[in-house]
């Protein structure tokens, strides 16, 4: 499976914007790159996900790179409730030995101060 | 988005007793339904992938005969963990997709279910 490499921890100051960065150096053609969030004792919940362009929701916005190698994710105004881990995954959803299987790296642990 | 329940949220057994935990997809139907396990400060671990009427796909080292999957109907996944020692006290969480737009296999995750084992 192709893996993603993420900081381990980021901060950032209430109602500044954060900038989440994914290295995927080995992407395929078919990978879509998810994002999920993980708040403390609760499942994962989905943020945004994209394959070549960037895409904007209610959430946060993706940046994908040109070459797909890397993207980011950008909460544009960051909230207390915001604070959790945040990972990005690669996925592809037609792959017939893995079916859309997610598997979750470490993530970055997002701390937002007040 | 579509919504993943999953009880009970927490519970506390004695050792060599079997847990139930249920999976319920309450708005869609999910044809695949997958099982996490994830320790203290560990991130989440797949288990296994189950489809509706079919027998589940374990990943490398989970135990199928230790980690029980029914996945009887379109809105429910059951995972038992049998003769529960204390080394399975963790955090199990299911998730569920359909694939039917406008879905298409994007997963929707339950709220989790905390498993103690005295």
């Known amino acids: 499976d192709a893996k993603t490499t993420q900081p381990n921890s980021m901060e950032s100051n209430e109602e500044e914007p954060v900038h989440l960065p994914c290295n995927h150096s080995?992407?395929?053609?078919?990978?879509?790159i998810h994002w999920y969030r993980q708040l403390p004792s609760q499942g994962p919940e989905y943020v945004i996900h994209g394959l070549t362009s960037n895409v904007n929701n209610r959430m946060a916005s993706l940046a994908i790179a040109e070459d797909r190698k890397s993207s980011t994710l950008i909460l544009h105004r960051a909230t207390l409730r915001d604070a959790a881990v945040y990972y990005c995954i690669l996925r592809d959803p037609d792959r017939g030995s893995t079916l859309g299987r997610l598997y979750f790296g470490r993530g970055t642990q997002l701390t937002v101060w007040p | 988005g579509a919504v993943v329940s999953q009880h009970p949220s927490w519970v506390i057994c004695k050792s060599g007793t079997s847990v139930k935990i249920e999976c319920r997809s309450l708005d869609f139907q999910a044809t695949t339904m997958f099982w996490y396990r994830q320790f203290p400060k560990q991130s989440l671990m797949l288990m296994a992938t189950s489809n509706e009427g079919s027998k589940a796909t374990y990943e490398q080292g989970v135990e199928k005969d230790k980690f029980l999957i029914n996945h009887a109907s379109l809105t429910l996944s059951t995972l038992t963990v049998t003769s529960a020692h204390p080394e399975d006290s963790s955090f199990y969480i299911c998730?569920?997709?359909?694939?039917?737009?406008?879905?298409?296999?994007?997963?929707?995750f339950g709220p989790g279910t905390r498993l103690t084992v005295l």
């Open positions: 080995t992407i395929s053609g078919t990978d879509y």
């Open positions: 998730s569920a997709s359909s694939s039917s737009p406008p879905d298409n296999n994007e997963q929707f």
